[in-house]
Structure formats: C-alpha cells, structure tokens
C-alpha cells in the first residue's frame, strides 16, 4: 500500500488561520454584542422596571384616589341603594297606610251601611209599629164606635120598652078606668054574653076540630113587635079573660088586651071547663108558626089558636 503524501502551502494554512481567528474574533465581537445587547436589554428593562416601579409609585396615589373614588362611589351606591331601600319601605309602608285608610274607610262605610240599614230597618219597624198602633187605634174606634152604637141601640130599645111599658100601663090604666067606669048592669050583660058565647064556643072533639096555623094555611094578621112581645106576652106574663073588653063578632069572641084586639079562632077543649075564662090564668105567646092562647092550669097541652088586630 502506497503512502500518499500531499503538502498544504502556508498561504492556505495562513488564509486559514485568518479565517479561524477572523471568525473568533467575530464570534467574540458578536458575543460582546450580544453581553452589552444583554446588559442594555437589562439596563433597558431595569430602566422600565424603575420606571414601572415610578409608574406605580405615581400610579398609586391615583390608584388610592380611583379606590377612593370607587369606595366613595361604592357608597355612593350603597347610600343610593339604602336610600331607595328606605323610600321602597316608605313606599311600602305609605301604600300598606293607604290599605290600612281605605281598609278603614270600606269598614266606616260599611258600618255606616249597617247603620243605615239598621235605621232603616228601624224606622220600618217604627213605620210597622205605628201603622198597627194606627189600625189598632182604628179598631179600638170602630169597637167604640160599634160600642157607643150598641149602647144608643140599647138606649133606645130600653126607651121603646119603657114607652111600651108606659103604653101598655097607660092602656091597662085605660081599660081598669074603663072598666070601673062601666055600670054593674054592663058588666052583668058582657058577663051575661060570655057565659053564652064561651058555652057555644068549646068542643067535646077538640083534637078534631082544632086546627094549627099551618093547618090553616098559615098565619096572615098582626104581628106584636119582639119587644113588645118578650116585654108583655109569654108565660111569665098571664092575665084572666073575663075582666078584659070583650066582644063576639063575626062568630068568633073575641077580647082586648095589652091595646090589641085578639080573636079566637079555635074552639076550647071540654077538660077546660064551662068557666075557664073567669077562673083561669092565661097567657098569649107566638109557637112555630102562629099565636096561640095558653092556659096555664094544664102546661105542656097545645094552645088554641088566635089573630091579633089593632
């Protein structure tokens, strides 16, 4: 093997040498400048930390002020927001005063209603009350009214009875002066007549021949007043036939008594007997449909039937 062998020329090696220390010398140039680079980028960036730091030491005074002013405006808010808190409650409490007022004024007004329709209901009442101490005093009137008419009606009945009584006392008066008046010999031949009269006038068949009122056909003569007759007839009320006027016309006898003329239409029954008009208490009253002639020796036996006329 064959040592190849080659020789560099010192100009190459020189060329080569510059270059290398060329290039060390840039490369320390270059880090030269790079450290002093480094050093003013230091500088530079402790220039603006210093200045930073004087930045924030002037920053500060107005950072204090700005959270001054914020804290200032915080309370600003705070007093705002108390004080909207505080007119929301002024608010609330003026509103729940005006519930609370109008609450009071629907409860006066409605108490007031209440009153009213008590008043009312009152003065109904009173109206009511009234009106039937009214109609009360109309009827305790009209009781008076009816009461004092009652008491005139009785008035006059007791004075129409009283004028009876005294008419009829009057007539009796009349009829006993008349009587005492008349001549032995006129009461002898009306007695006389009676005896004659009566004597023709009984029956012997007196269920056969007497006959009622309805059997005739009904009763057609006078009528005594009710008065009268509850006053003066019946059978509290007797007399005797023979001392009375007495007359036989149209052949039926006939007598007066009490001012009326009576006429009898039915013969007597036998068991009467022949005198029965002079020893006899009889009396004269209305029975069903008619008047009728009682004799009170036999109660409870039918009467005979007689007309009145005045």
């Not at 190459?12 to 510059?18: D, H, Q």
């Not at 930073?52 to 002020?65: T, W």
């Not at 008590?118 to 009209?142: C, D, F, I, R, V």
């Not at 009214?145 to 005139?152: L, S, V, Y």
Request: hydrophobic share 20%.
């Amino acid at each position: 093997m064959k040592r190849i062998g080659f020789v560099i020329p010192i100009s190459i090696l020189s060329a080569a040498l510059a270059a290398c220390s060329f290039g060390y010398a840039q490369e320390s140039q270059d880090k030269k400048q790079e450290q002093n680079k480094g050093q003013q980028q230091k500088q530079e960036n402790q220039g603006k930390q210093n200045q930073g730091q004087q930045h924030q030491q002037q920053a500060q005074p107005q950072k204090q002020q700005a959270q001054h002013e914020q804290q200032n405006q915080g309370n600003q808010q705070k007093a705002q927001q108390q004080e909207q808190q505080n007119q929301n409650k002024q608010q609330a409490q003026q509103q729940e005063q005006q519930n609370q007022n109008k609450q009071h004024a629907q409860q006066q007004e409605q108490q007031n209603q209440n009153k009213q329709q008590a008043q009312q209901h009152e003065q109904q009442n009173q109206n009511k009350q009234q009106a039937q101490q009214h109609e009360q005093q109309n009827q305790n009137k009209q009781q008076a009214q009816q009461q004092e008419q009652q008491n005139r009606n009785r008035q006059q009945a007791q004075q129409y009875e009283k004028q009876n009584q005294n008419k009829q006392q009057q007539a009796q008066y009349q009829q006993r002066g008349q009587q005492m008046q008349r001549s032995q010999q006129q009461q002898h031949e009306q007695q006389v007549q009676q005896q004659q009269v009566w004597r023709q006038h009984g029956s012997n068949n007196w269920d056969n021949d007497h006959r009622n009122w309805q059997q005739r056909g009904g009763y057609s003569g006078y009528r005594i007043p009710d008065n009268d007759l509850r006053s003066y007839y019946g059978s509290g009320h007797w007399f005797r036939i023979y001392s009375l006027p007495f007359m036989y016309q149209g052949g039926y006898p006939r007598f007066q008594y009490g001012g009326y003329w009576f006429t009898v239409m039915d013969p007597y029954p036998d068991y009467w007997g022949n005198d029965w008009y002079q020893t006899d208490d009889v009396y004269v009253a209305y029975y069903g449909d008619g008047y009728y002639l009682y004799n009170r020796r036999y109660p409870g036996r039918p009467g005979i039937a007689i007309s009145i006329s005045l």
